[in-house]
């Protein structure tokens, strides 16, 4: 790759690589914080849910944002927004101050997260962005699951405050690396779609709120139906507005587009699963076996791990391939690796007895990452691109939130933390349902069209540029 690409890759793969980390790199570290910092239980849950919610609520605002304003430009002032929120959750006196920096984190990555992938396919030659695509894969895949490795082993050796003041000094580095090194971009012709976007952001806050609060207040909770309700219908009327508006943030004849609609739905329930199950194994861990978080985190490398090998090579056999099968297989081997975990647990369950489903898991989530983000990418013309990745980010983002409102419903409906029997006894039935998620969404992967017509997508979409309403 020339040295444009390589700088592009470095920058946006650091980028992403810490707005995915801080996701899950605070879970580990929560007691500590309780101890420091107080607060009741609740709390402690939106010292995480805050990052999720304003994260998932503006993705496609930040992409937008890029769009109109210039996406390095956008890019670099996410990143300073992310940077000192991190400072400020470092620095915080007490756990409201903390929960409020988190919020702000999620608003700097919602800017920067899915502009790396627009300015990385813009840096990356055409027939590169397979393995471009991959190695950040990696990267983003190895931030996911590493987290709770990452947080446990900072917070047990030096404190929790080091999970934040971790991305300071990367942060300060890449921002003025961004400046330089990327070139600057737009969207032609665009322009910011205030009701489309007042409409998604309200939509996306009432379904995530709903999902973050539906396991410790009930899903026919007041509080979580009058969500879950008014977010549904504000998100049906940003359909209804992408379908008729002349310029929406985002089109809805993009899902008219098979491969666009397809990888999205297999994104939503690929994180779904992956992201429910995560959460309880996670625990598992810890309170079943006994493991300390570092040590829980070492015993999740397997899974966590392997992104770093499976991801490079699905990329290049995206490249050859295509990415459709690249994406399917991806799936099924995720769906076979729960499925196995739900099928060895028990209160003592060895690690030998765990290890096929950790690789079988860790090679699938490492294969999804890179054919999913080109088959986003190729599905929409260049200058859709931008709201593309970011709806694509979203939509991941809510899979995220509703896998682990699903999962932890059913394990407790089934189970609970009362001893090790209890625990497993909500585990497998919640595993299972998350593996069933994965191989929902390889079905859904499935109905995406083969390579030649993945790739005709934008040449027709060029033809009718003019025309909002062409179908392709």
Known sequence: ?????????????AAGFMAALDNLVVTTALPSIRKDLGGALEELEWTVNAYTLTFAVLLMFGAALGDRFGRRKLFVTGLTIFTAASAAAALAPGIEALIA?????????????????TLLTAAV?????????????????????????IGGTLTEHLSWQ??????????????????????????????LDLPGTLLISGGLFGVVYGLINANAHGWTSPQVLTALIAGSALIGGFIHHGFHNKRPILPMRLFRSRAFAGINVASVFMFLGMFGSIFLLSQFLQNVLGHSPT?????????????????????????????????????????LGLAHFALVMSPDVSYAAQLPGLIVSGIGMGLFFAPAAKLTMSSVRPAEQGIASGANNALREVG????????ASLFSARGGYGSPQRFVDGLVPALWAGAAAVALGAAAAALIPARNAVRAVPAAARRDISHPTARY
């Open 1 to 13: 790759m020339q040295p444009k690409a390589v700088w592009a890759l470095i920058i946006t793969g």
């Open 162 to 191: 080091w999970i934040f003041w971790l991305n300071v000094p990367l942060g300060l580095a890449l921002i003025p690396l961004a400046r330089l090194r990327l070139d600057e971009s737009r969207a032609e012709n665009a322009r």
């Open 295 to 335: 040590e829980a985190g070492l015993r999740m490398l397997p899974w966590t791990g392997m992104p770093m090998i499976a991801a490079p090579l699905s990329g290049y056999l995206a490249d050859r391939v295509g990415s459709r099968p690249v994406v399917i297989t991806a799936l099924a081997l995720q769906a």
């Open 400 to 407: 995220g939130a509703l896998g682990v409102a699903v999962l």
């Open 101 to 117: 920096a988190r919020a702000v984190q999620g608003v700097g990555a919602a800017i920067t997260m899915p502009l790396t992938l």
């Open 125 to 149: 030659p055409a027939g590169r962005r397979g393995l471009a695509y991959g190695i950040k894969g990696a990267v983003d895949g190895l931030a996911v699951v590493g987290g709770p490795l």
